[in-house]
C-alpha cells in the first residue's frame, strides 16, 4: 500500500523563533493515525529564526538524525561535543542512557533549514554517542547515497536501529534517481524543494508499507536493511 501525506497535511507547531511541521505526532501536536512509521519515529521540517535556537534539553533511548538543508546549526552536549553541522553534513546524535544537548542557528543574519529525524534505538539504555561526517553533492547528485545505516557502511554514520538513511540530490529536470540495491518491509521518503525546482511539494511524504518496493514504487531485490529504507530528496535549480 501507498500513501501520499502532502506537507500542508502535517502537524505544525510556530513559536516565532522556530517554525516546525510534524510529520508524525510530536510536543503538542498529536495524530493516532501518525504515530511513526516501523522504528522510524519523528520526521520534524525545522526553520529557525537568525539567532534562535533549543536551549540545552535532554534526550534518552533514540537514535537522532539531523540533516541541514540551508544554513548553519551550532550544536553543544554533554558529551562535550561541539560543532557546526552545514548543508552536506550528517549529524548522528544517540540519545541512549541519557544526554543533554542544545541546538541554535549559528547565524545572526540567515535562518537555518533542516530535518531532524528520530529513530527507534534497537534497546534501551546504550550508551550515548555523536558521529558527523559530510557527504560531497556529487555523491548524492540524481542517485541515492546511504548516509545512515545500522553497520556504517559505505561511509555513512552508525544508527543503532533496523533502518538506513539515504538522500539524494536531484538536478533541474531529473524524474528518476539512480537506485541502489535495497531490501526494506517499509519505505518511507521525502522531498525537499529549494531554489526554483518544483517537482515536490516541500516537505512531501511518501510511505511505501507491506512490500519490498523503492519509493517510486518499482519492485525491488537484493540486499540492504532489514526493517525500513528512508530517503531524502532536495530539488536544486
Known amino acids: 500500500m501507498q500513501t501520499i ?8 507547531a510556530n513559536f516565532g523563533w522556530l517554525d516546525s511541521r ?16 516501523g522504528p522510524l519515529r519523528v520526521i520534524n521540517d525545522d ?4 539567532g534562535g535556537g533549543f536551549p540545552t534539553h535532554p ?6 538524525v539531523s540533516y541541514v538543508l540551508s544554513g548553519a546549526l551550532a550544536h553543544k552536549d554533554s558529551l562535550g561535543t561541539g560543532s557546526t553541522i552545514k548543508p552536506g553534513d550528517v549529524q548522528r546524535m544517540s540519545a541512549g542512557a541519557g544526554i543533554a544537548h542544545s541546538e541554535f542557528n549559528a547565524s545572526d ?5 533542516f530535518l531532524q529525524i528520530w529513530f527507534l534505538p534497537e534497546k534501551r539504555g546504550l550508551a550515548p554517542g555523536y558521529e558527523q561526517k559530510n557527504f560531497d553533492a556529487d555523491a548524492k547528485r540524481d542517485r541515492l547515497r546511504l548516509v545512515a545505516s545500522p553497520d ?4 555513512s554514520v552508525t544508527i543503532r536501529s533496523d533502518a538506513a538513511l539515504y538522500v539524494s540530490l536531484l538536478g533541474e529536470g531529473a524524474k528518476r534517481v539512480a537506485r541502489p540495491r535495497i ?9 525537499a524543494r529549494l531554489g526554483r525546482g518544483r517537482r515536490y511539494a516541500a516537505g512531501r511524504r511518501r ?14 531485490q537484493g540486499g540492504g536493511v532489514g526493517d525500513i529504507c528512508c530517503s531524502i530528496s532536495e530539488r536544486s535549480g
Open 109 to 113: 543574519k540567515e535562518p537555518v533549514h
Open 47 to 50: 526553520r529557525v529564526a537568525p
Open 22 to 37: 510534524h510529520t508524525f505526532s510530536f510536543g503538542e501536536y498529536y495524530d493516532p493515525a501518525h504515530m511513526g512509521f
Open 5 to 12: 501525506r502532502r506537507a500542508n497535511e502535517r502537524g505544525r
Open 152 to 155: 556504517g557502511r559505505d561511509g
Open 183 to 191: 531490501r526494506a518491509r517499509r519505505v518511507a521518503a521525502c522531498g
Open 207 to 220: 510511505r511505501i508499507g507491506g512490500e519490498r518496493r523503492d519509493r517510486a514504487g518499482d519492485r525491488r
Open 59 to 64: 534526550h534518552r533511548d533514540m537514535e537522532i
